[in-house]
């Protein structure tokens, strides 16, 4: 697809550093809300209520990377995109009003638009410290948007790799 030479930025920045998992190319997203464990009944009313959302195509820059938890050690690495298209925001917004219609709960937690680019289980605090700052100044190919999708995510149990 065309987004892929900012996917390839992406996956560049995944260095050599034991005890981080990597986030596969093909499976970079930016989360718009994330929505707990709903039944087969629920999904398709959300599919219903979402199909319902309109937001002219756009292109988000990919820009910064950083650390979550913002203090202590990082257990999730990301690349940022920037503050975020005005139509970013927009696409979030009709995405929850459209959930609103459906009755089912969501997370209300605040909008912090990002790419994960992976996760630290066992790295050594002072490697990832030395990846955010290596990395700090990232800036890759815009991303165009112009579709969003509903996704179910697997959470790995403790002990998966």
Not at 48 to 67: C, D, I, K, W
Not at 84 to 103: M, S
Not at 126 to 150: E, M, S
Request: charged share 20%; net charge neutral; proline share 9%.
């Amino acid at each position: 697809s065309h987004d892929f030479p900012a996917r390839a930025s992406l996956a560049s920045l995944a260095d050599d550093i034991p005890g981080i998992r990597w986030v596969p190319g093909g499976q970079f997203h930016l989360t718009l809300r994330f929505i707990a464990e709903v039944s087969v009944d629920d999904t398709d009313k959300i599919a219903g209520a979402l199909a319902r959302v309109r937001v002219q195509p756009f292109f988000l820059e990919l820009t910064g990377t950083g650390g979550f938890p913002a203090r202590g050690p990082a257990s999730v690495l990301w690349a940022g995109v920037g503050r975020g298209h005005p139509l970013l925001h927009q696409l979030r917004q009709q995405v929850d009003d459209q959930l609103l219609t459906t009755g089912v709960p969501f997370e209300l937690r605040a909008f912090a638009p990002h790419f994960t680019i992976g996760r630290c289980r066992e790295a050594a605090p002072v490697a990832v410290a030395h990846w955010l700052k290596r990395h700090r100044d990232y800036a890759g190919p815009n991303w165009p948007v112009n579709q969003f999708h509903l996704m179910a995510s697997d959470r790995p149990t403790p002990g998966d790799q």
